[in-house]
């Protein structure tokens, strides 16, 4: 059956109709759905683990069991993942074992630019490419395939704009393999160093194999068109756009085992054309292995290094190093501007997030704040602006441990790490861990909003409930804070001011590492429902500004007065708290 499908989706369907019995992923845009979908076949064990490097282990472990399994991330959770990835390397695979990784060129979601085909290269691992989503779905069931006839695992590289585009694919049925019987091998699971130096040359062997497959692999293919005067090497969403720009008389080798590299079928390639020209967003994989094989090609002297390619970017660059008239530009409008610029609009906290109010106290008080990764790290925005650092999941905990032994740091004595409840789960404990084993005066507030707010609201350990929503082994934190040696741990409300305020002074003033929970549920989950909406009064309404320093989007200044707008607010009062003239109050008409 035809259907139009995301790129994801498309993965995570030809992930079942290969025959997957086990999931385990940590939620990350833009990989998320992946999971989200295989979780709706009942046929699919499917789990969010506490982070990446749980999720490949619990992947890895259900392939030496003898099952098809799966487990997604995005290109930072792959840094997390990594410790196992390399090792899963040398020990091969049961059944096959396929690994999704999201990169996110343009950084729409995420800290960093990353390229995660550095990952394939240092680990020595194959990886594929899909360009559309029908490449999606046939590559992620290829994967498994050539996951068990290489003994090895495979990743699958996404992108944003593959993951979150929609074209056909032709669906089928499910196909499950026979089981494959654990057999005890010590020699090939067991990596202490005799082991896995024996392992080694077969990994370097392996790796030789792939190169020949990558030869004639149906995956790389040689497309050569009338215009010879310049070939393009191109991959996943850089191959659609070159196709779009050069039309259909260009010549493209399009690539899609992307590690390892062919070699012949790039020679051939650059052979048959005067102009060899590697189109491929971020970092130069492809060229520099272009050129370590002795060949002369352009690439990142044409084309950035950062941010992701548009069309428009493609067919400029190709204008302006146009070297012949015989290979003409399809027609693509680089000049297209809107008669009007659009407002900016940059992201906020919703109105009634919970975390408005804390971080309006962190802000009263002038602490130093080190953050994490989460909806929260919005915090960061004017008119809060709370937030003095952000590095990665769970660093604002482990960070604030080596801030607040700075000798000679005055800022270190009225600083505090802010952590969403499931990035604490993810890395924070550990970093906590840390503060009570080596003691050290540090206040750690956990933002508990019962969900995993920016990727979508997937559950996690503290919730309660799994994947599917079944009730669930539910982590108490404030048991486990004192479990591991936090004697001052405090629950505060975070839509009570004088609350956080108190709680804030008092941690921070303390001698001894403590916690501060600071908890009510995201505003937009589905069991929340929100109080009727507040107004101003006009009369009493001074002008002050007071209630704007929350930043919450629903409270704008019209004609002079601060107004209220009834479809946004969720009735949460933190704006009531600042109002020293009661001029906010009531429901709207």
């Not at 540090?442 to 009730?471: E, F, R, W």
Request: proline letters at 5%.
């Amino acid at each position: 059956m035809k259907t139009l499908m995301l790129g994801n989706d498309a993965v995570a369907r030809g992930l079942y109709e290969a025959g997957v019995s086990v999931a385990s992923s940590y939620p990350g845009t833009p990989s998320t759905e992946i999971t989200e979908v295989l979780a709706t076949f009942g046929e699919v064990y499917s789990e969010w683990a506490p982070n990446e490097k749980v999720a490949l282990e619990v992947a890895l472990g259900a392939s030496i069991g003898g099952r098809r399994s799966f487990c997604g991330m995005k290109h930072v959770g792959l840094n997390v993942a990594a410790d196992p990835l390399f090792t899963a390397s040398y020990t091969g695979v049961g059944a096959g074992l396929v690994i999704a990784v999201a990169d996110d060129p343009g950084m729409h979601s995420s800290q960093n630019e990353q390229d995660s085909r550095h990952y394939a290269v240092a680990a020595k691992l194959p990886m594929l490419e899909p360009s559309d989503s029908a490449e999606c779905f046939e590559f992620a069931k290829y994967a498994f395939e050539l996951s068990e006839r290489f003994d090895t695992p495979v990743i699958l590289r996404m992108c944003t704009r593959v993951a979150h585009s929609q074209s056909v694919v032709e669906t089928g049925e499910r196909v499950l393999p026979p089981i494959i019987p654990y057999k005890k091998d010590i020699a090939k699971y067991v990596m202490m160093p005799g082991n896995a130096k024996r392992k080694h040359p077969l990994v370097e062997q392996r790796t030789r194999d792939l190169v020949e497959l990558a030869e004639t692999s149906p995956l790389n293919r040689a497309e050569l068109g009338e215009c010879r005067e310049i070939g393009v090497i191109a991959s996943g969403t850089a191959y659609q756009y070159v196709r779009e720009v050069l039309g259909e008389g260009a010549s493209v080798l399009k690539l899609g085992l992307v590690n390892p590299l062919p070699e012949k079928l790039i020679r051939d390639f650059a052979a048959a054309v005067d102009t060899l020209i590697v189109v491929e967003e971020l970092d130069p994989v492809i060229e520099t292995h272009v050129k370590s094989l002795g060949l002369e090609c352009r690439g990142k002297d044409m084309f950035p290094l950062c941010d992701e390619f548009t069309q428009n970017l493609i067919a400029k660059v190709f204008a302006e190093h146009s070297t012949s008239d015989n290979c003409q530009l399809s027609t693509v409008n680089s000049q297209l501007e809107l008669a009007e610029p659009i407002p900016a609009r940059p992201p906020v906290m919703c109105a009634g997030c919970p975390h408005r109010g804390m971080f309006y106290t962190l802000m009263k008080n002038k602490v130093t704040v080190l953050g994490d990764i989460g909806c929260y790290t919005l915090g960061a925005a004017a008119p809060l602006s709370s937030i003095d650092t952000t590095i990665c999941m769970g660093a604002s905990i482990s960070g604030l441990h080596g801030f607040t032994h700075a000798e000679g740091n005055e800022a270190a004595e009225n600083a505090v790490a802010v952590i969403g409840d499931s990035t604490f789960m993810h890395s924070g404990v550990t970093g906590l861990i840390n503060i009570a084993y080596n003691g050290g005066a540090a206040t750690v507030l956990i933002l508990d909003n019962s969900i995993t707010g920016m990727t979508g609201h997937q559950q996690n350990p503290t919730t309660g409930l799994n994947i599917k929503g079944d009730p669930a082994g539910k982590i108490d934190l404030e048991a486990l804070c004192r479990a591991i040696g936090i004697n001052r741990v405090r629950v505060v409300d975070p839509y009570n001011l004088a609350e956080c305020d108190e709680a804030v002074r008092e941690e921070i003033a303390a001698d001894e590492p403590s916690v501060i929970i600071s908890r009510r549920p995201c505003a937009l989950l589905k069991t929340v429902k929100a109080k009727p909406a507040l107004c101003v009064s006009a009369e009493k309404c001074k002008s002050c500004k007071s209630c704007m320093k929350i930043g919450c989007p629903a409270i704008s200044m019209k004609d002079g007065k601060a107004a209220i707008d009834g479809t946004l607010c969720v009735g949460c009062g933190v704006c009531t708290q600042l109002c020293k003239f009661d001029a906010i109050e009531g429901v709207q008409a």
